[in-house]
């Protein structure tokens, strides 16, 4: 707990997910330049139903390969209406044709940022953002939380492995990518959505 301007800013951290199912392509793919990556987390388990600021996320990481290293990545956070990723639904976040489902509030949380795997220990690895996001946990349209995360290190991995994220399942697409070698692709293009599995993550909250 810290005191700013004479109001309390009491910061705690969620956890979510406890899955063991590996996938080397989140949150971004070594073995590809460039790519767009996304997440769906629901309102249910981050357990907030009011307003707050999140203030940084965890990933949990694995290698056999490491350390390994992606630069200048991206990540965005924003609200989104739907419980998962549906048909048609681009790099941009929108959704063309619109069918109901939308993105809102997209904050930019930290850029060029470096992101290393340093151990083949399995571990959470720690994001600190530059710009706290606003989340609201009482929207009536929005309620879920959206993870974006874009790949621009413009190189891939030359190893025998890609370090992995730790996922969870539910049978749900609450995954997306986009991803490929030599230019990154176009906001605009579709990318795929996947119920292969979900990022086991931890957020730091401030309220």
């Known amino acids: 707990m810290s005191v700013i301007n004479d109001h309390i800013i009491t910061k705690f951290e969620k956890s979510i997910g406890t899955g063991t199912t590996n996938r080397p392509e989140y949150p971004c793919y070594f073995f590809y330049d460039y790519g767009y990556f996304a997440f769906i987390y629901l309102r249910s388990e981050l357990g907030i139903g009011a307003k707050c600021n999140i203030s940084g996320i965890r990933f949990e990481m694995d290698a056999t390969d490491s350390p390994q290293t992606n630069i200048n990545q991206t990540l965005k956070l924003a609200q989104v209406s739907g419980n998962q990723f549906e048909i048609n639904i681009r790099n941009d976040m929108t959704q063309s044709p619109a069918a109901g489902w939308s993105a809102t509030n997209i904050t930019t949380v930290k850029t060029n940022f470096t992101w290393s795997i340093t151990s ?34 413009g190189s891939y991995l030359g190893g025998s492995t890609s370090p992995w994220s730790e996922c969870f399942t539910d049978g749900t697409f609450r995954s997306y990518y986009d991803y490929q070698d030599n230019t990154m692709p176009n906001s605009t293009d579709y990318g795929t959505r996947a119920s292969n599995g979900i990022p086991n993550i931890e957020l730091i909250f401030e309220v």
């Open 120 to 153: 083949n220990t399995q571990q959470y690895y720690e994001i600190l953002f530059d710009t706290p996001f606003k989340y609201d946990g009482s929207s009536s349209t929005h309620p879920n939380l959206l993870v974006i995360w874009e790949n621009r290190d």
